[in-house]
């Protein structure tokens, strides 16, 4: 199988859910887990869907399993939450996954609002907004069209496709672009894989290397 972004998903009865924004992805393992799809015409927000209920996928087109359930009933890919703290400094340098706090303004850098006596009445704020992705422990939501990059830091390409084996659910192979007009595409095995984050993929060789790879030829 395999995952552009932006490609259809549809039920198996022709409904279109939205387009793919996202594979989730084990860095280790290279185990796919999930697909995160944009909101659509059946989605109000951004959906998490599990790989187990992808019948097919095509470039174009990705299609959900017959008696996957309703879509609409599928987690959202992030959920917000308001957490109270009593130390708001302290909580941001210990949870750097944290968002900023609600209500909190400044007029220059690292100053507060309620520290600067223009606010009579005002405390400062107590609650921040917490945000969760619903993916599983160890995975990364990663981006189609993450810059990929040698084991140099060398700028290679960035992610414009990933292939699965069906069966194992696990990525095996990367399709990376270069250039803007006329772009040349290499087929990168999950082998060659060294890190995953979200808008990046580290490799364990060299540009070069990968430079003397033969162009990658589509035959959708």
């Known amino acids: 199988m395999q995952f552009k972004e932006n490609a259809d998903v549809i039920t198996s009865d022709g409904r279109n859910v939205g387009r793919i924004d996202r594979v989730v992805i084990h860095p ?42 309703n879509p609409d009933d599928l987690p959202d890919f992030e959920e917000t939450q308001h957490v109270a703290v009593h130390d708001v400094a302290g909580f941001k340098r210990t949870q750097p996954g944290y968002a900023r706090p609600l209500a909190w303004y400044y007029s220059r850098p690292g100053v507060g609002w309620w520290g600067l006596g223009g606010y009579p009445g005002y405390s400062k704020p107590v609650y921040v907004t917490k945000t969760e992705q619903n993916i599983p422990d160890d995975t990364v939501p990663l981006e189609e069209g993450a810059k990929v990059v040698g084991s140099k830091g060398e700028h290679i390409g960035d992610v414009e496709r990933v292939y699965t084996e069906p069966k194992e659910q696990r990525a095996t192979h990367l399709l990376i672009s270069h250039g803007l007009i006329s772009k040349e595409r290499k087929l990168i095995p999950t082998l060659w894989v060294k890190g995953i984050l979200e808008d990046k993929v580290q490799l364990s060789v060299e540009k070069d290397f990968v430079e003397r790879l033969p162009a990658y030829a589509s035959s959708d």
């Open 28 to 69: 280790e393992s290279k185990a796919v887990t999930h697909l995160v799809v944009k909101k659509g015409l059946l989605f109000s927000r951004d959906k998490v869907i599990p790989l187990d209920q992808i019948e097919t996928a095509t470039e174009a087109e990705v299609t959900l399993k017959e008696g996957a359930g």
